[in-house]
């Protein structure tokens, strides 16, 4: 069955990088893009972008270029999300999900929260 | 850029009601727009896809209607188990995507 695994939660000072994974199984990797979806504490949910596991290509979402960077390892059925330059406002939980055809995602991660505090 | 305005923000219905929720786009997304229910501290689940399909797996009394600017989600005999938060996603400007900012749904 599709699972999508993700690394646990994280803690980091402003300023610093932190490097989320995403494992994905019971699949061709390189058959569906990946996406990332935001969640601060309370709030919706934030499209941030994917990354195309056969191309390597990402899209950002506006909101997210600079500081964000989509990647993967196909050798090992992964993609990664690191985040550099980390503010207090990048505490959130993050999602990585399948993509399909660009229009929705049908299987979800479980999560990985990243608290940022000094 | 297409924004998604979800009413209400929270309800509170009993068990075995009609609930429906509504989503309206800012500009016409014909029927480009999924479904998704978050449980609490759970990641969301994808329901309805391309305003009226139900994904497979989900019981029927879950519902999607529209086309345009204006959709719903309906529930009808609501159960405990429904009690989430839904969101609705636009994906009329592929390759690029908006959520709407949500609707709880509580038990009376």
């Known amino acids: 069955q599709v699972q999508l695994v993700q690394s646990g939660s994280e803690m980091r000072k402003p300023g610093a990088s932190v490097k989320v994974s995403c494992k994905a199984s019971?699949?061709?990797?390189?058959?569906?893009?990946l996406n990332w979806v935001r969640q601060a504490p309370g709030h919706g949910l934030e499209w941030m972008g994917r990354i195309n596991t056969r191309s390597g290509i990402p899209t950002y979402a506006q909101d997210f270029t600079g500081r964000f960077v989509f990647s993967f390892d196909a050798s090992v059925n992964t993609a990664y999300l690191q985040i550099n330059s980390l503010k207090a406002e990048d505490t959130a939980f993050y999602y990585c999900?399948?993509?399909?055809?660009?229009?929705?995602?049908?299987?979800w991660g479980q999560g990985t929260l990243v608290t940022v505090s000094s | 850029d297409i924004q998604m305005t979800q009413s209400p923000s929270s309800l509170s219905a009993s068990v075995g009601d009609r609930v429906t929720i509504t989503c309206r786009a800012s500009?016409?997304?014909?029927?480009?727009i999924a479904w998704y229910q978050q449980k609490p501290g759970k990641a969301p689940k994808l329901l309805i896809s391309s305003a009226s399909r139900l994904e497979s797996g989900v019981p029927s009394r879950f519902s999607g209607s529209g086309s345009g600017t204006a959709f719903t989600l309906s529930i009808s005999g609501l159960q405990p188990e429904d009690c989430a938060t839904y969101y609705c996603?636009?994906?009329?400007?592929?390759?690029?995507?908006?959520f709407g900012q949500g609707t709880k749904v509580e038990i009376k």
């Open positions: 019971g699949y061709t990797f390189t058959h569906f893009s």
């Open positions: 500009q016409g997304i014909r029927n480009y």
């Open positions: 999900a399948r993509d399909l055809q660009d229009w929705y995602s049908d299987f």
């Open positions: 996603q636009q994906f009329y400007t592929s390759p690029t995507w908006t």
